[in-house]
């Protein structure tokens, strides 16, 4: 089984700072990971995903995220960020023998101060 | 683009009502889900569907049923509704794997309140 583990709740940030939202995730098995956005109101999109390949992955919005095997990581960075970045982030995980069955985090909040 | 509708965005239920939450997609997929979303907890499948007339408990049924009688309506039912189940509502879908990632799509959710 996988699980997933969003280490923190809420992220205050000023508005064009760096930011960084961790994941850390636990499987036995290869997996893919992901990471969605909801903002407010909303449901959730795909904002990148880890599939294979490279282990830096770039989505959209200017955000990127690390595979990191020996870690078992896969931390969301975004070099500086904007006002209409405030949303909940969801880090997320899938087998490669259940890829349809999605595991996600406890979501971190991030909030842009202007 | 993928169109995932939900019926409601907001619904009012009294405690013991029976609840329907309805779920429509446009892209011929076959896969389904109901996620319920709560503060802290992040989303948790209650049932997901792989088919018409098919489904599968996820790691919170207790107190819902499913229905599929469409490939592109999934249903889900609180046959007594709970103050415990006041909570977003989340319906997603996806194409058939077949050992592949495909993408979730998600509508954009429904809030219940159970009084």
């Known amino acids: 089984a996988q699980s997933v583990t969003q280490l923190d709740s809420q992220v205050p940030v000023f508005e064009e700072a760096p930011v960084e939202l961790r994941c850390n995730y636990s499987s036995s098995v290869s997996v893919y990971l992901f990471w969605y956005v909801q903002y407010p109101n909303q449901g959730l999109q795909l904002l990148l995903k880890?599939?294979?390949?490279?282990?830096l992955v770039k989505g959209i919005n200017g955000f990127e995220a690390e595979f990191n095997k020996s870690q078992t990581s896969f931390h969301l960075r975004k070099p500086s960020v904007h006002i209409s970045d405030t949303a909940e982030y969801f880090c997320?995980?899938?087998?490669?023998?259940?890829?349809?069955?999605?595991?996600f985090g406890s979501g971190t909040r991030l909030s842009i101060r202007p | 683009d993928v169109k995932v509708t939900q019926s409601s965005r907001y619904l009012v239920k009294r405690t013991g009502e029976k609840v329907f939450l309805e779920c429509v997609q446009d892209m011929d997929h076959e896969n389904m889900f109901w996620y319920r979303q709560d503060p802290g907890l992040g989303l948790r499948l209650i049932y997901f569907?792989?088919?018409?007339?098919?489904?599968e408990k996820g790691d919170i049924p207790e107190g819902y049923s499913v229905s599929r009688e469409k490939k592109e309506r999934f249903s889900l039912i609180l046959e007594s509704a709970s103050t415990n189940q006041t909570s977003m509502y989340l319906c997603?879908?996806?194409?058939?794997?077949?050992?592949?990632?495909?993408?979730?799509?998600f509508g954009p959710g429904t809030r219940l309140t159970v009084l």
């Open positions: 997603a879908t996806t194409g058939a794997s077949g050992g592949n990632y495909n993408e979730q799509f």
């Open positions: 569907s792989y088919d018409v007339k098919m489904k």
């Open positions: 997320a995980v899938s087998s490669y023998s259940s890829a349809s069955k999605i595991i």
């Open positions: 880890y599939l294979s390949g490279s282990t």
